[in-house]
């Protein structure tokens, strides 16, 4: 048997939507009948003010960040334990400089304490990411945030349907950012989304200008100017109404999905519960608050070698386990924007050298599930290093 480490659940309304689409003669660019419907749900789920969707969650961060009027010598502070689409958006919407914080050892987020280290006179902003859809101790960040008032970016790109203390990650923070890349909970392909939770009108009249082109267009199609022109330096950000179609398709079927992938996740904690209580693993931390969507599987060893050992055993079994994040930190384009010392960060760096992913997706049969966890149970009972 051989267990892939995610799968996209396609199910039956995606297509009938792409095809009622094609067949109909409304348009297939960005912002069409479609969009209005994806956007519509989460504004009534969700109850978010305002929702762009954009081409990936990578564009809808640089979105973000633009709508910070971030200046050059600003500092943004995010964590080196992240994708790198984190850091890049602050890099190219923005003169600003990165600065990056450590995680918390237990819940792989964020740490407030670090934040609270980082922060200088040019802070102007905080990028939290809500790793595998657990939620980040958003009440101390929203804390700190408001002494030193400071800009809160939520990058919910794994997070899609968690939530914090009752409110979906992404409506938190001063923005939200979705993905809907073919590896996350919900898929479109490529896709992503931007929440603006600020009422301000000049906000969210700006966002839809970078997202047009810098072009009032929005405005136009609203029927509230008679001509649209070019007002301000933007680019194409939006999501085709194909994939919108097929977006909406998914979200029809978001309860189903996340609840297949938490009982499988609830099935791999409750097996390996006993290798937990032995110290031989650990598990990530679900705080208080958290409803987390079943994301990421993580599992946590000692060292470095134990996890590729453990890596290398599944693999030959035909389990596609496989580490995640490289702190950006200690990467090529990290070391060349001066970050060195992986003193600095050392439980980033850690964690990310510890921890493995194992298979998870909706549609896994019991066999799979129980074909992975067997054999993840072996590798802890049979790799020497590992007893
Ligand atoms: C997947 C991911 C992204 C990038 O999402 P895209 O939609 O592929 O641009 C950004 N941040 C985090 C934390 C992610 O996991």
């Not at 892939?4 to 960005?30: Q, V």
């Not at 009108?201 to 649209?228: C, D, H, P, S, W």
């Not at 609840?259 to 099935?267: A, L, S, T």
Request: net charge positive; proline share 3%.
């Amino acid at each position: 048997m051989k267990v892939l480490l995610t799968k996209p659940y396609i199910g039956k309304s995606e297509l009938k939507h792409i095809t009622a689409l094609l067949r109909s003669e409304e348009t297939l660019a960005g912002d069409g009948v479609y969009s209005k419907k994806v956007s519509l749900y989460f504004k009534n789920k969700y109850k978010v003010n305002s929702v762009l969707l954009t081409t990936s969650a990578s564009t809808a961060l640089e979105l973000a960040v633009r709508l910070c009027n971030l200046q050059k010598g600003d500092e943004v502070i995010l964590p080196s334990f992240t994708f790198p689409s984190t850091a890049n958006a602050v890099l190219l919407a923005s003169g600003a400089k990165v600065v990056f914080a450590d995680i918390d050892f237990e819940t792989l987020n964020i740490d407030p304490k670090d934040i609270k280290r980082k922060i200088t006179g040019n802070t102007k902003a905080i990028i939290i990411v809500h790793y595998a859809g657990v939620s980040c101790d958003m009440d101390e960040i929203l804390r700190i945030a408001k002494k030193h008032k400071l800009k809160v970016i939520e990058d919910a790109a794994q997070g899609i349907g968690a939530k914090y203390k009752g409110k979906y990650l992404g409506t938190i923070g001063d923005f939200g950012v979705l993905s809907f890349h073919d590896t996350k909970n919900i898929v479109c392909g490529e896709g992503g989304a931007l929440f603006i939770n600020s009422k301000d009108k000049r906000i969210i009249e700006k966002a839809e200008i970078l997202r047009q082109k810098g072009t009032n267009r929005t405005k136009f199609l609203r029927g509230e100017v008679n001509k649209y022109e070019w007002v301000d330096v933007g680019s194409s950000y939006l999501l085709s109404d194909i994939l919108a179609a097929f977006l909406l398709g998914q979200l029809e079927n978001i309860d189903f999905i996340n609840e297949k992938r938490m009982k499988i996740y609830q099935h791999f904690a409750k097996e390996l519960k006993p290798y937990a209580a032995r110290g031989q693993i650990r598990m990530q931390k679900i705080p208080k608050g958290a409803k987390h969507n079943a994301h990421i599987f993580a599992v946590l060893f000692e060292d470095e070698q134990k996890r590729n050992a453990v890596m290398k055993f599944l693999k030959e079994r035909g389990v596609l386990a496989v580490f995640h994040f490289l702190p950006l930190h200690a990467s090529p384009q990290g070391r060349s924007l001066g970050f060195s010392s992986e003193e600095d960060y050392p439980v980033s760096s850690q964690v990310a050298s510890t921890l493995l992913r194992i298979p998870l997706y909706a549609q896994m049969t019991n066999k799979e599930r129980d074909f992975v966890i067997a054999n993840v149970i072996e590798s802890l009972n049979t790799i020497p290093s590992l007893k």
